[in-house]
């Protein structure tokens, strides 16, 4: 049995339903993202997980009991803000200690465990700071402490980076996971930042307008994204409308240009119209399986990666005949220029059909 | 846990309504029992009617207007000018302007009286006429931290550094600039000011009583003193004007001052 | 050719413009002020006395000023614990979103109606004749009246300082209350804390500075108050202001430099009363930042 089983999770405000029918298990030490757009329902799922909101329907059951209607101080939840909200008449050991303060820990046990912490997130010399003689990061780094001091079932963030410089992001999550890791909690972790989620977690939620689209490893959902939403949502992805040839072996028709795919057509009649898509990094030069004729509109220098945009021939100025593809920088062998015909080529099994 | 607050709170906001709202509701009921056994508005009729307050009422909103004028005029330029050129002096200048709230009304008239006394260098107490300038420069001390916050914050929403230096690269002069552009952009915030100034001075009692003026507060408290029915319709009109003017000031850009009032 | 020190001549021009306020406020603030004091150490003669200060401590005087500060005092801490109460309950009460608004646009005029008409109101309340006195006697058989209550007195005029005071309380401290971050609450929820303890150890030690300065600015504002005394009470209450006004009209204490003396000790104890305050607001601002 799932350690955190959420079923059918519903939330209805006033005039809207910002949850729809959510469900999902996760196992025990696990570590999900939930991640999609502002407005998307993962923020509201989460409240509704620590407590701060009471789902209109459905269940969730930590740890084999069932916590839907239980109040959040009697949950024993971990949660980090997006804006620490560390107590600010509080010094750092005081905050950390707060939750075995509050459990009427003894003293003792109580500065041991805190000084554990202290060590755990590197900041033993703070810990007689106050919140405002600290910077973002280190605040943040205590929130984490003040929030897993407690030894709770779940940890829960709540977009906990996007107030953070964009280097204390990247060092803080690896922090995170690292930290997570160690003390082996289950944790859901909720951002809108793909790159965070993609990097850290064991699996994703891609949710949008208060439905999970899919959920899977992040190489699942970045390389077989099964809706167009999440498709568009995680990297850059060409997206071209294309019209379907013959099901059974999986021909379609791109921009006039015949093309294969491996992937499963089933469910979509010849003549049918659909929308594939490629990523950057599966086009090349050259003239392998699929083959497009295109003209180079743009070459942009991203450092060690280029992003040449071209235009499919014959159907420039309309939509769905732009292709991106990214090639390695390699000084010797220079990126073709500006207004050169070139021929594009990808796999059939990079070449995905989009719900 | 959630409900709780609701009940608590309703009944926190229960008490505390009908302590304001009562002697607001007493007072106008009162001031229509002049007439025994029904109710009417012979008091209001009786002191409309009074020459003493036609006289002590027109004389106080006069006062009030030369308050304002003298107001305006001694601190849009003092805060324009400090927040352009003279920033170090800026604490010091708040600081003065606070100083009113600190120091008690009737210790500012008391000084006044010692100091502009018959006997003194500058007799102000000399004369009616020069006891009302004292009069009006006693309520632009009153009314100077709330003027002077007003603009002050008006001066800092409009961004005053880049305005004048716009007007001053299309070859406006310094008072061009003062009175062209700067005070067109500010007139919500001096309203504000004003009406405020208004509310303080119509009913202000302490400096005008020590300075034997006529003004309208002395002439409400002989009233208390000697009417029965008269004092509540007086005090439901102060609290009309109080209202209208506080309301105005709403209408013309919110202020969060709120005067300690006597 | 030498260069021109230009950096002289603006500022000089500059500090030009402060001039008239500069002689506004010495004229009709600073220099008033300074001249009671001053009158405070001197005798009849000009010479230097405390002779006026000890007088201070006399029974009249003395009296007086125990009046006075019990007045502010439980004027200021009636009015910080109920507007504190209103506050709470507008901010954090979960009532229907227009209440705070609307208590906070009273709250501003309410704190402006003082002086004479607030007296007269307070009479048409609980004075003899009044509208509770008598609805009290007519509904529910209660004279308070019988009681030793008049609103003539102590307990009255504390009741009618109230209705300025907790406005202003409200208007100080709503920003405060506003200022506590609902994910502190959120967070001491998961910590298992109960309401209890969220108010014992996060919100009030986060409030009481501003709780504090707001009630010493209560404090201050009651103590100098002089027109609702005057009208409700006149002399049969002898506070500090009351007796103030009675020796600038007519020199009761036969003694003008007592009469300067007891503006200084309005002064100082209203002073104090700010200074207190201001220190604790930029306390409660640091912490914020």
């Known amino acids: 049995m799932a350690f955190l089983e959420i079923s059918n999770l519903q939330k209805r405000f006033a005039g809207h339903t910002a949850v729809h029918d959510f469900s999902i298990d996760i196992d025990k030490g696990e570590f999900v993202t939930f991640l999609g757009p502002s407005g998307c329902g993962k923020t509201t799922i989460l409240r509704m997980l620590a407590g701060f909101e009471a789902p209109s329907a459905g269940n969730i059951v930590f740890d084999g009991k069932n916590v839907t209607h239980v109040p959040t101080n009697q949950r024993n939840v971990g949660m980090v803000f997006q804006s620490y909200a560390l107590f600010p008449n509080m010094t750092v050991a005081e905050n950390i200690g707060f939750g075995l303060k509050v459990a009427n820990m003894a003293k003792p046990t109580m500065d041991a465990r805190v000084k554990e912490m202290l060590a755990l997130i590197k900041l033993d010399s703070l810990a007689d700071r106050y919140p405002w003689q600290m910077s973002g990061g280190q605040q943040q780094r205590v929130a984490l402490a003040r929030a897993i001091a407690n030894k709770p079932k779940v940890l829960l963030l709540d977009e906990p980076l996007s107030a953070l410089d964009a280097k204390i992001r990247i060092a803080l999550r690896e922090e995170i996971r690292v930290l997570q890791r160690a003390l082996d909690i289950t944790t859901v972790f909720v951002t809108h930042d793909q790159e965070e989620a993609l990097s850290i977690s064991d699996r994703i939620v891609v949710l949008n307008e208060g439905r999970g689209e899919q959920i899977g490893t992040p190489s699942e959902i970045y390389n077989y994204p099964r809706t167009r939403f999440v498709a568009s949502f995680i990297g850059t992805l060409n997206q071209l409308p294309a019209t379907v040839l013959d099901a059974g072996t999986g021909i379609l028709s791109i921009a006039g240009h015949r093309a294969t795919t491996s992937q499963p057509l089933g469910g979509l009649r010849n003549g049918q119209p659909c929308m594939v898509a490629i990523r950057p990094e599966a086009i090349h030069f050259g003239t392998d399986k699929n083959t497009m004729a295109a003209v180079v509109d743009e070459v942009n220098f991203l450092g060690s990666i280029v992003r040449i945009r071209t235009n499919v021939a014959g159907l420039e100025g309309e939509a769905g005949a732009v292709i991106s593809l990214d090639v390695f920088n390699d000084p010797n062998q220079p990126p073709p220029q500006r207004g050169a015909a070139v021929t594009l080529c990808f796999s059939s099994e990079n070449l995905l059909v989009l719900a | ?262 | 050719m030498p260069s021109q020190p230009a950096a002289r001549k603006p500022v000089n021009l500059n500090i030009l413009g402060v001039v008239p306020f500069a002689i506004f406020a010495l004229m009709f603030l600073i220099l008033p002020t300074s001249t009671l004091m001053v009158g405070a150490f001197q005798d009849a003669n000009g010479h230097f006395t405390l002779e006026n200060l000890r007088q201070l401590f006399d029974t009249n005087v003395r009296d007086a000023y125990w009046i006075s500060f019990k007045i502010s005092m439980v004027s200021s801490m009636g009015g910080g614990v109920l507007g504190f109460i209103l506050a709470w309950a507008a901010v954090l009460g979960k009532l229907p979103a227009w209440i705070r608004p609307t208590l906070l646009t009273f709250s501003g005029v309410a704190s402006n109606f003082a002086g004479v008409p607030l007296a007269f109101a307070f009479l048409s309340t609980l004075g003899r004749l009044g509208l509770v006195t008598v609805l009290l006697r007519s509904w529910f058989d209660i004279n308070i009246y019988s009681t030793g209550f008049s609103i003539l007195s102590f307990v009255g005029l504390t009741i009618t300082y109230l209705y300025f005071q907790i406005p202003l309380m409200v208007l100080i401290v709503t920003p405060a209350l506003e200022g506590l971050k609902k994910e502190w609450r959120e967070a001491c929820d998961c910590l298992g804390g109960t309401t209890f303890q969220y108010w014992r150890f996060v919100a009030l030690p986060v409030l009481w500075p501003s709780i504090v300065g707001a009630t010493l600015l209560l404090f201050a504002n009651a103590f100098g108050a002089v027109a609702t005394a005057y009208a409700l009470t006149g002399s049969a209450l002898n506070i500090v202001p009351i007796m103030l006004y009675a020796q600038i009209r007519g020199d009761v204490l036969h003694n003008p430099n007592l009469g300067y003396a007891m503006a200084l000790g309005m002064i100082v104890i209203t002073g104090l009363a700010n200074t207190g305050y201001m220190v604790l607001r930029s306390r409660s601002d640091k912490r914020r930042a």
């Not at chain 2, 302490?206 to 003004?215: H, V």
């Not at chain 2, 208390?224 to 008269?230: F, I």
């Open chain 2, 1 to 262: 846990m959630k409900s709780e607050s609701r009940l608590g709170a309703w009944i926190a906001m229960a008490i505390g309504t009908a302590y304001f709202l009562l002697p607001l509701i007493a007072t106008f009921e009162f001031s229509l029992r002049m007439e025994r056994g029904v109710y009417s508005f012979e008091a209001y009729r009786v002191v409309f009617a009074d020459p003493q307050f036609q006289t002590t009422f027109g004389y106080s909103i006069v006062m009030a207007l030369a308050t304002i004028l003298l107001g305006i005029l001694l601190v849009v330029p003092t805060a324009y000018w400090v927040h352009l050129r003279l920033p170090k002096l800026r604490p010091i200048v708040e600081f003065i302007t606070l100083l009113p709230l600190v120091i008690p009304a009737i210790v500012i008239v008391f000084g006044y009286l010692r100091m502009y006394n018959s006997s003194a260098l500058i007799p102000l107490t000399g004369s009616e006429r020069a006891t009302d300038f004292l009069l009006v420069c006693s309520y632009v001390t009153l009314s100077l931290p709330y003027m002077y916050r007003s603009v002050d914050t008006g001066l800092r929403t409009i961004d005053v550094r880049t305005l004048t230096e716009a007007a001053e690269v299309l070859g406006a002069n310094r008072a061009t600039i003062l009175f062209r552009v700067i005070f067109p952009n500010l007139t919500s915030a001096i309203l504000s000011g004003a009406f405020l100034t208004f509310a303080i001075v119509i009913g202000e009692f302490t400096m005008a009583s020590l300075l034997d003026r006529p003004a309208f507060g002395p002439y409400l408290q002989l009233i208390g003193a000697n009417r029965a029915y008269e004092p509540s319709a007086l005090a439901v009109i102060a609290f009309i004007i109080t209202w209208a003017s506080m309301g105005l000031i709403n209408v013309f850009g919110r202020s969060k001052s709120a005067k300690p009032a006597h």
